[in-house]
């Protein structure tokens, strides 16, 4: 059985509240980068950074604290949305990743481009 992973790589930076276009970086309980803006990423921040480094690298970043329960409510209309109106049978892998069995949704959509879109 094909199976298909979607992936928002930035969904802890999605569900801080801060607003879109600002470089800011979600940070670990170790201090390390877990996820970053694409404006940070266009300053040079990247997924693993310690802050320092993150911050040599992109003066004004914004930093924030990981907030798992944060990320988990938030995906959780994502994911009703998704199986009401694209495919019924998703596994959540963690906020903001999901699988599913692509088979049948795929050919419904049109070819899994499609279907991912």
């Known amino acids: 059985m094909r ?14 509240g801060l607003p879109a ?3 800011v ?11 970053c803006s694409a404006a940070a990423r266009a300053a040079g ?6 802050v320092r480094q993150a911050r040599s690298r992109c003066p004004w970043l914004r930093v924030v604290e990981r907030d798992p ?6 995906f959780e209309p994502v994911v009703r949305r998704l199986e009401t109106e694209v495919m019924p049978r998703l596994e959540v892998i963690r906020p903001g990743m999901v699988a599913a069995p692509a088979r049948g949704p795929a050919r419904y959509w049109g070819g899994e481009a499609e279907l991912t879109a």
């Open 21 to 23: 276009g600002e470089p």
């Open 45 to 50: 921040v990247r997924r693993g950074m310690r």
């Open 25 to 35: 970086a979600v940070l670990s309980g170790d201090g390390r980068v877990v996820a």
């Open 69 to 74: 329960a944060a990320e988990t409510r938030e």
């Open 3 to 16: 199976v298909l992973v979607s992936w928002i790589p930035d969904w802890p930076v999605i569900t801080c």
